[in-house]
Nanobody, 123 residues
């Protein structure tokens, strides 16, 4: 089970830190991703981590940082800086067993999802 937290209202230019906690299993054998879905839009990949490294979508590169807790392997974070109104969305963490996907930034490749946490960025 994946549980996101940390979503809240933020000002444009501000920062937020989202958390994703896993219960019942560790995240060590999974590729992990952060996704978001804005109203009226499809779910999009924001960042993901796998044995190939960490990837970012072009829209967040240089502003967001994915941090993996590789001590306990039960949590990961998304540091969000220089927030923009277009970052407003429900943010989800997701997981898929390593090797069972083609692209960890592609939502349809992920198997397990949290329920999401809402981020609202005002202009």
């Amino acid at each position: 089970q994946l549980v996101e937290s940390g979503g809240k209202f933020a000002q444009s230019g501000g920062s937020l830190r989202l958390s994703c906690e896993a219960s019942g299993d560790t995240l060590q054998d999974y590729a992990l991703g952060w996704f978001r879905q804005a109203p009226g839009k499809e779910r999009e990949g924001v960042s993901c981590v796998s044995t190939s490294g960490i990837e970012y979508s072009d829209s967040v590169k240089g502003r967001f940082t994915l941090i993996l807790n590789d001590d306990t392997w039960n949590s990961m974070y998304l540091e969000m800086n220089a927030l923009k109104p277009e970052d407003t969305a429900v943010y989800y963490c997701a997981a898929v067993p390593e090797g069972d996907y083609n692209d960890c930034l592609y939502a349809d490749d992920m198997d397990y999802w949290g329920k999401g946490t809402l981020v609202i960025v005002s202009s």
